[in-house]
């Protein structure tokens, strides 16, 4: 669905948009990243900041693994469908060039017992 864009539109996202980027209370979310624990003063707090870093890249890592894996399936499957095609058109190959070989030897047989034929004659 497409959203006409008029003059008024412009003007509203115009008006909106400074307060949306600027408001500092949207920003103080706690996004799960990396986070630097060096600036942490008690000991418990860095623990706390290192083990929150470790589970984080935990995450990403488990999650990554089975994006990773899911992909490698999907190729997989493609390679073995890649694979049965590839067979089937070998054996299509095969069988054109046994029909192509079989169509050039017919004439050379049905000529071969005549100068057979014609060979003894001669003598």
Do not use: W, Y
């Amino acid at each position: 669905m497409r959203i006409p864009i008029t003059g008024r539109s412009v003007v509203a996202l115009a008006v909106l948009l400074p307060g949306l980027l600027s408001s500092g209370k949207a920003r103080a979310q706690d996004v799960p990243g990396i986070e630097i624990c060096t600036v942490e003063k008690t000991m418990e707090r860095r623990t706390s900041c290192l083990q929150s870093n470790v589970d984080f890249l935990h995450k990403t890592i488990t999650r990554l693994t089975a994006d990773h894996q899911q992909k490698l399936d999907a190729a997989n499957r493609q390679i073995e469908s890649l694979k049965l095609t590839v067979a089937g058109l070998q054996k299509a190959v095969d069988d054109l060039q046994a029909a192509q070989k079989k169509a050039t030897e017919e004439p050379k047989k049905k000529d071969a017992p005549a100068t057979a034929k014609d060979a003894p004659a001669a003598k």
